[in-house]
Nanobody, 120 residues
Framework: QVQVAESGGGLVQAGGSLKLSCAVVGNDFSINSGGWYRQGPGSQREWLASITSGGATAYTDSVKGRFTISRDTAENTLSLQMNNLKPEGTGVYFC??????????????WGQGTQVTVSS
């Protein structure tokens, strides 16, 4: 059984920073790639950032230069460093971890979400 534990959310003032973490344990699930998503109040879940198995990263325009996604293969975690947070960044943040095994379709798991509230 695979378990995903997200942490790091909270309340922060505009301009502040937070670091979100996503740990995956169990069932020999090694993170090869993944991403972070945000769901604001009354909004659909939107993609924020991704990291590939080779370490290449991509970001949506609204967070470029402020957010950094990373992966720790030893700890089997994904992280999202968020700097210069803005009030529109308020929402629930979800991680998605992907495992790639030769000859099999990719498998993904999602975190339970962590609340981030940015006050103005």
């Amino acid at each position: 059984q695979v378990q995903v534990a997200e942490s790091g959310g909270g309340l922060v003032q505009a301009g502040g920073s937070l670091k979100l973490s996503c740990a995956v344990v169990g069932n020999d699930f090694s993170i090869n790639s993944g991403g972070w998503y945000r769901q604001g109040p009354g909004s659909q879940r939107e993609w924020l950032a991704s990291i590939t198995s080779g370490g290449a990263t991509a970001y949506t325009d609204s967070v470029k230069g402020r957010f950094t996604i990373s992966r720790d293969t030893a700890e089997n975690t994904l992280s999202l460093q968020m700097n210069n947070l803005k009030p529109e960044g308020t929402g629930v943040y979800f991680c998605r971890a992907v495992r790639i095994r030769l000859g099999r379709p990719p498998t993904d798991v999602w975190g339970q979400g962590t609340q981030v509230t940015v006050s103005s």
